[in-house]
């Protein structure tokens, strides 16, 4: 059962670092009872900051998990030809069941040419397009979901249940890897869809008739409050590092948290929302992966 949102109620504060942990914690509980090992591997190309963290925080996750973790770094003038060797050796690797590279890639290589070489049941990001067109027609417990959507939906779940029949969501951005997805999983729901990007005339308009907004475009504080029908589930996609105040580098979302917060019935912070559950649930599809390995019938 589901309480009938109202503007006047505190909003929550969906805390994606506790439900991520709580996610881990389960993964965890799975591999030891069912004496798994999966392996993830983590591809890095060149040494971006931002990136390296990134990698960082997912082999410390996929270690909490019990996994076996690798790491690969090469350097920013990697050929295609060598990341495509490397690939080649990770999808017959049995010890591997998830393969993750890092993106961006540098200029030189095509990230889509090295992600289709990914094989479809090791492609933990759920970018190849056997896992993307699985998606897409509804055969979605086949498929390897990508993670930021997936933790976004779970996120949803948590305050509206799994059917969302009746409900009307907008996907804000038109992404390959959040804005596309999200809108499918969404639709796999039962929700009514739209998704507005930076063409939509009048995108306020259309947002304030949502009761689910999902916001995936990467333009700080773009949805102000005129955007928010009340009792709205607000769920902020975007990671903008912009200057603070004082000065200092600061983590902002797409979303205008201190207008949105009294409107919204549930809202997602930023930094401490959708971040944390997509490494959740990369470590979520890697188990998923290894498991499918190890029971080719589930
Ligand atoms: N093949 C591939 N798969 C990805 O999933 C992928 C990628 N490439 N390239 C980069 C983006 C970005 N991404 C994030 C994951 C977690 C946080 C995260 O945990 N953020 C924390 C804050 C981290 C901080 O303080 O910088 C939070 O929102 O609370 C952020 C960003 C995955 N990506
Ligand atoms: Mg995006």
Not at 114 to 126: E, F, L, M, R, S
Request: hydrophobic fraction near 45%; proline fraction near 7%; aromatic fraction near 2%.
């Amino acid at each position: 059962m589901t309480i009938a949102p109202s503007s006047s109620d505190k909003p929550r504060i969906l805390d994606g670092k506790r439900t991520a942990s709580a996610l881990v914690d389960e993964v965890r509980e799975t591999v030891e009872r069912e004496g798994l090992t999966p392996g993830l591997a983590v591809v890095l190309v060149g040494d971006d900051p931002a990136s390296q963290v990134y990698v960082r925080n997912k082999g410390r996750r996929a270690e909490a998990c019990g996994f076996l973790s690798r790491q690969y770094d090469l350097p920013a003038t990697t050929t295609q030809a060598d990341l495509l060797a490397l690939i080649e050796s990770l999808n017959s690797d049995p010890d591997i069941h998830g393969i993750l590279v890092q993106l961006p890639l540098p200029a030189q290589i095509d990230a889509d040419r090295v992600i289709q070489a990914i094989a479809p049941d090791k492609d933990v990001d759920g970018f190849h397009y056997l896992n993307v067109g699985r998606l897409a027609t509804g055969t979605i417990d086949a498929a390897l979901l990508p993670c930021t959507p997936k933790g976004a939906l779970h996120l949803i779940e948590q305050v509206l249940g799994a059917d969302l029949s009746g409900k009307r969501a907008v996907v804000i951005g038109r992404s390959n890897i959040v804005g596309k997805p999200m809108a499918s999983l969404l639709l796999a729901r039962n929700a009514t869809v739209t998704v507005i990007h930076s063409r939509t005339p009048s995108p306020a308009e259309i947002c304030r008739q949502a009761d689910i907004v999902v916001a995936a475009v990467g333009v700080p504080g773009l949805v102000t409050g005129d955007w928010i029908k009340p009792g709205a589930v607000v769920i902020d996609v975007g990671i903008n590092r912009v200057e603070g105040e004082d000065g200092k580098g600061k983590l902002v979302g797409d979303v205008d948290f201190d207008a949105v917060a009294p409107l919204a019935s549930a809202i997602t912070p930023v930094p401490g929302g959708v971040g944390p559950m997509t490494i959740a649930m990369l470590m979520h599809n890697t188990l998923q992966a290894a498991r499918r390995r190890s029971a080719p019938s589930s």
